[in-house]
């Protein structure tokens, strides 16, 4: 089946000195291509600075926003409790034994000390990614499989789990946004199970980069002796160009949204999501070094093909296998390499439409825009609602 997907590339350059994105140590990721050291933002930590803009922005309603937690099982009791008035005792024994039901793997048994703490007893033995909406629903179809239950004296409990588990299906839980765009994995129910629609890489760096390190001192105002109450040093980056990239799966994406969200605005989601995308970075260490930049250059793809096969989407990360000399001029020439990639990889994929924005400091070379079907942008926005239009009509 041929879907239609958005390959989106960016360029942004961080010159000031950066942490956003540091390992357990306080070290600026690194990886190493031949001899050459570069710096790398992982994806979690940029996805997650898109969907904390995308859910501020308010356009998804609060039955759409979803949480990665371990602490759902509360949620269900309090709805419980809420909506059907259940004794608090009673919901959270249901909550518990309804949620096992339907998310966790009947093999795998708590310790036995968990088990007899109050706070670890709510907990699920793994995080999981649920919306308030399904919140809700898994409340309504416990307090229903509850009363199915009664009408059979003496078997409430084990009929109560076969009652919920037949009245709970994927296509009944309105999963939530994150849900839609990362996807989630149940092994114990494979039926929850949802397929991502947006993939991610790690940004990383084009060109060489060096650790360098901040010594800083805390002055102690209320010391009565001379010099510093606090000594200590971090490692930070600086003077990057970092390449980004993410796929979309539109046609998936679109189908999930006007299945369980009718009511949505598709176009105005589309152009938060697109925006939010492309401004997204790490917040790592923002109050100590705030760097944050827009993007230097966009190009965004509307291609046509089957996932994995014919026409598929593909990152443009080898563009930059080679390091780019990390002077005045690099984002110019990572620009080049954009370009040339691009020129490759429509002898692969099945390019639509292209579309590219690049920002008032840098350029184009006219001679690497010959026999080249991107359309240029002066403006980011023309660019995202052109996007927008394309693959919503």
Not at 65 to 79: A, L, N, Q, T
Not at 190 to 196: C, G, K, Q, R
Not at 227 to 250: E, I, T
Request: charged fraction near 30%; aromatic fraction near 10%; proline fraction near 2%.
């Amino acid at each position: 089946m041929n879907n239609i997907y958005l390959e989106i590339h960016e360029l942004h350059e961080v010159m000031s000195p950066s942490a956003m994105n540091c390992d357990d140590v306080g070290n600026p990721k690194s990886f190493t291509v031949g001899k050459n050291s570069r710096f790398y933002f992982s994806s979690q930590s940029w996805s997650r600075s898109f969907i904390d803009r995308v859910i501020e922005s308010g356009i998804i309603n609060s039955d759409c926003v979803d949480y990665g937690s371990r602490h759902h099982i509360s949620g269900i009791k309090k709805e419980l409790i809420d909506k059907f008035e259940w004794e608090e005792k009673e919901a959270e024994k249901f909550a518990i034994d309804g949620y096992k039901c339907i998310f966790e793997d009947k093999k795998k048994k708590k310790d036995k000390e968990d088990e007899k703490d109050d706070n670890k007893k709510m907990q699920s033995s793994a995080m999981s990614l649920i919306s308030n909406g399904e919140i809700k629903i898994i409340a309504e179809r416990i307090n229903d499989a509850f009363l199915e239950s009664q009408k059979e004296k003496g078997k409430t409990n084990n009929n109560f789990k076969t009652i919920l588990k037949r009245m709970i299906s994927k296509r009944d839980l309105p999963i939530g946004i994150q849900t839609m765009l990362f996807g989630r994995m149940f092994a114990s129910n494979p039926d929850l199970t949802v397929s991502a629609t947006m993939r991610k890489g790690h940004m990383f760096s084009i060109s060489k980069c060096d650790k360098n390190t901040d010594a800083f001192t805390a002055f102690d105002r209320l010391s009565e002796g001379q010099g510093s109450g606090h000594l200590d040093s971090k490692s930070f980056s600086a003077g990057l160009c970092m390449y980004k990239n993410g796929v979309w799966d539109v046609s998936s994406l679109l189908n999930k949204i006007k299945f369980l969200y009718p009511d949505f605005d598709i176009k105005k989601l589309l152009r938060i999501l697109i925006k939010e995308n492309l401004s997204a970075l790490p917040n790592g260490k923002i109050n100590s070094y705030f760097s944050k930049t827009p993007p230097a250059c966009v190009l965004i793809n509307i291609v046509q093909g089957d996932d994995g096969g014919g026409g598929a989407p593909y990152s443009y990360g080898d563009a930059f296998s080679k390091s780019i000399e990390n002077d005045n001029n690099r984002v110019n020439n990572a620009i080049k390499q954009i370009i040339k990639k691009y020129k490759n990889n429509c002898q692969w994929s099945n390019y639509l439409s292209s579309f590219m924005w690049v920002g008032n400091d840098y350029m184009i070379d006219n001679d690497d825009m010959k026999n080249c079907k991107i359309k240029l942008f002066d403006n980011i926005n023309d660019l995202i609602e052109k996007v927008v239009d394309n693959i919503s009509s």
